[in-house]
């Protein structure tokens, strides 16, 4: 934090939110983390190039080393410092994906510290739409690293308040850049071999790559590895997990709350609900699910907090931004699942 601007008491509380772009930048350099808005989720950012910052990334959101960081560039003039060998294929995403959700992973250079790769030869890189963000990161001079501001497996950030609400007390500034318009994670991708691998369901559909770069195989994630190193780290099974267990019904089937228990429900579209829940919440219509994206995480963190004993949700149809809404789902019922059976 940089000395004009002691904190007070109540900012060491909480942190500050506000729009200051040079002062986060001024954070930033000085060694500090700042809550950075992205289209998709909110990041909690560091320089990519200060191990120490690096570190405190990891210690704030209490996440396992193992789990490497994407390293987010204002713009492709960037790339050369943190990548090399890049291949044809991330040139032609490149152009037409970015600036958006899209991280790809690419051979990196010496100049990526090994805290941000969890040691691995890749380096996941994205250029952020928001202008928020690539104003941040150009005011800084380097890239930023940034995973979701929350908690190791918790649900990711879309506003400001998540971010203060969930890290407040350990972070420097919080820049305000209003709800993200995406809101599930970028799309991740590696591109270290021959053959594109899918390593994360995201904001940008698995449909619309294969459109540029051809048949993308899908990493297969093991169920079971909750706690160890995986081919892409972010496929734990535990993550975005709610507070309240969840339990999820298919698309199109009837919506029945558990008898004696208090049930809410998260659904879309307009398929049917039996009556006996004590909140419904629709995230939006079937025909545009870029709107059930956006306000996803903000909907589930409203139902956590009205603390029923579970909330029902409807799963998506398997394709388009679906399939992300569904990891996130899939992901989140497992994760209450797995801190209820304690
Ligand atoms: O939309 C997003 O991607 C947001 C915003 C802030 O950019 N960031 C985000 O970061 O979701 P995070 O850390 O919560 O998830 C990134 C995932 C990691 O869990 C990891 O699996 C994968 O991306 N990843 C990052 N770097 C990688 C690498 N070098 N090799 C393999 N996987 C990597
Ligand atoms: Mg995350």
């Known amino acids: 934090m940089p000395e004009s601007n002691v904190p007070t008491q109540v900012d060491v509380l909480r942190c500050r939110i506000g729009t200051d772009v040079a002062f986060a930048a001024e954070c930033l350099r000085s060694g500090g983390l700042v809550g950075m808005p992205t289209e998709t989720v ?42 090399k060998e890049i291949p044809e294929r991330a040139y032609q995403l490149a152009e037409r994906c970015w600036p958006g959700p899209l991280t790809m992973i690419l051979p990196r250079t010496a100049e990526v510290p090994d805290l941000v790769t969890a040691g691995l030869p890749g380096t996941g890189v994205r250029i952020p739409a928001h202008p928020m963000a690539r104003q941040l990161i ?18 990711s950030p879309t506003t400001a308040e998540h971010v203060r609400d969930g890290l407040g007390n350990s972070i420097d500034y919080v820049l305000d850049g209003g709800p993200c318009s995406i809101g599930v994670e970028s799309t991740v991708i590696s591109l270290m071999e021959e053959q594109p691998v899918l390593l ?20 297969a994630a093991d169920p079971d590895a909750h706690d160890r190193a995986q081919p892409a780290p972010g496929m734990l099974s535990r993550h975005y997990a709610p507070r ?4 999820l019904i298919p698309a199109e089937a009837e919506a029945h709350p558990v008898p004696g228990i208090r049930n809410v429900l ?18 939006g219509p079937a025909e545009d699910l870029r709107i059930c994206a956006a306000g996803f995480f ?43 059976a304690h």
């Open 42 to 83: 909110y990041g909690l950012a560091a320089s990519a190039l200060q191990p120490q910052a690096v570190a405190a990334v990891f210690d704030v959101k209490r996440r396992p080393h193992f789990d490497p960081l994407i390293v987010h560039l204002s713009g492709i003039d960037q790339l050369p410092m943190v990548a």
């Open 138 to 155: 150009a005011a800084a001079g380097f890239p930023l690293a940034a995973p979701s501001a929350n908690l190791f497996g918790c649900m």
């Open 200 to 219: 994360r369901h995201g904001g940008l559909p698995l449909e619309e790559l294969e459109q540029i770069i051809g048949p993308i195989v899908i990493a």
């Open 244 to 247: 309240t267990r969840m339990q």
């Open 266 to 283: 998260l659904t879309w579209g307009n398929a049917p609900v039996a009556p006996g829940f004590d909140r419904i919440h629709s995230l």
């Open 298 to 340: 903000a909907a589930l963190r409203m139902l956590d907090a009205l603390a029923p004993d579970v909330i029902i949700a409807r799963e998506f149809t398997d394709s388009g931004l679906g399939r992300a809404l569904n990891d996130r789902l899939r992901r989140g019922a497992a994760g209450s699942e797995q801190s209820h």
